[in-house]
Nanobody
């Protein structure tokens, strides 16, 4: 069983930065495909970014050039660096780890972008 725990959320002004962390228990982390999702009130959950076990990345168009996903397999941790944050980035951000058929989710962390 793998547990994913997110941290790093909070309140930030527009144009500011936050770095989210997703810490995983267990040695399986290194083979997991890690995704960051977000869900704003009244909206569907949205895939923000993903990173393969080998380090290949993909991003939603809405965050390209502003967000960076990375991972440190030695620390069993994935990160989402968020720069130039906008009010529309406000949401609960959740970490997801997949290695079919395994599928793990964290509890989520709130990110609020407001002046």
């Amino acid at each position: 069983q793998v547990q994913l725990v997110e941290s790093g959320g909070g309140l930030v002004q527009p144009g500011g930065s936050l770095r989210l962390s997703c810490a995983a228990s267990g040695s399986i982390f290194r083979v997991l495909y890690i995704n960051w999702y977000r869900q704003a009130p009244g909206k569907q959950r949205e895939l923000v970014a993903g990173i393969t076990s080998g380090g290949s990345t993909n991003y939603a168009d809405s965050v390209k050039g502003r967000f960076t996903i990375s991972r440190d397999n030695a620390k069993n941790t994935a990160y989402l660096q968020m720069d130039n944050l906008k009010p529309e980035d406000t949401a609960v951000y959740s970490c997801n780890g997949r290695f079919a058929p395994l599928d793990y989710w964290g509890q989520g962390t709130q990110v609020t972008v407001s002046s």
